[in-house]
């Protein structure tokens, strides 16, 4: 750490003094500092040491690039979240946290799919016969959904894109909303068959025949902080090797 750079190591909600926060570890990390820093408005710089890690800026052999930090040459992008609230017959009631990849949605027994039915603020509908259905923000489509066959979206768009998880339909593309949409997903499954909901990969929420869970964009965006002025074409190629992207740094 630089000499006169002041910094803490911290594991509770305490009020936190601070211009940065560094999480170290993986992408599990960076989604476990959400509630920390969300209400502060502190911007969030990751260091890999997990596998993929592709919400972290830096890997461990790239630590020399934070002399960016102290010299002014870094951005800092808002990432979209998202709020979620549930109605499982006695009304309706926010779902703790923020999510910043996804909602996931899944059937709660092996021996059948899910009906999941999906709606708009508009009322028009979308069945899904399929094991899950995922509502993913453009960072979380490099999540669950991106093996799910959804497509990879630019963090600089506001967009929820959902992506149904082996639809037993011939209809199994995504498909993206807009950042001002208002999704409600109904459980409709056969037999009155439970379903359940995860927010970024948390615990479970069981959901009874016939409880609807809603998702929009969140009004507390997570600032991140960047030092790649191509961030999502380098991210790509480094993360992802993607041999057909031949990334140059011009």
Do not use: W
């Amino acid at each position: 750490v630089p000499e006169g750079v002041k910094y803490g190591v911290f594991n509770s909600h305490a009020d936190l003094n601070a211009d940065l926060l560094f999480s170290i570890g993986g992408d599990g990390t960076i989604l476990d500092t959400v509630p920390f820093v969300l209400d502060s408005g502190m911007p969030v710089v990751g260091i890999n040491m997990g596998r993929l890690g592709f919400l972290a800026e830096l890997e461990t052999d790239q630590l020399n690039r934070l002399d960016a930090l102290f010299s002014g040459d870094y951005t800092v992008a808002e990432r979209m979240t998202l709020a979620v609230t549930a109605d499982l017959g006695a009304g309706e009631f926010d779902l703790p946290g923020y999510p910043l990849n996804d909602v996931v949605f899944s059937h709660d027994r092996e021996d059948g799919l899910a009906l999941l039915s999906l709606s708009d603020q508009d009322g028009n509908v979308i069945d899904y016969h399929a094991d899950g259905l995922i509502l993913a923000t453009p960072s979380g489509s490099t999540a669950y959904t991106l093996s799910a066959g959804g497509p990879i979206i630019d963090d600089a768009m506001k967009a929820i894109c959902v992506t149904p998880v082996c639809p037993h339909s011939f209809f199994n593309r995504s498909v993206v909303f807009g950042a001002d949409s208002v999704l409600t997903v109904e459980n409709r499954s056969p037999l009155g068959r439970d379903a359940t909901v995860s927010l970024d990969g948390r615990e479970r929420l069981r959901l009874p025949f016939g409880a609807a869970v809603t998702v929009k964009r969140s009004d507390r965006p997570l600032k991140m902080l960047s030092l790649d002025r191509h961030a999502v074409l380098s991210t790509l190629n480094r993360k992802m090797q993607m041999a057909d992207m031949k990334y140059r740094n011009e």
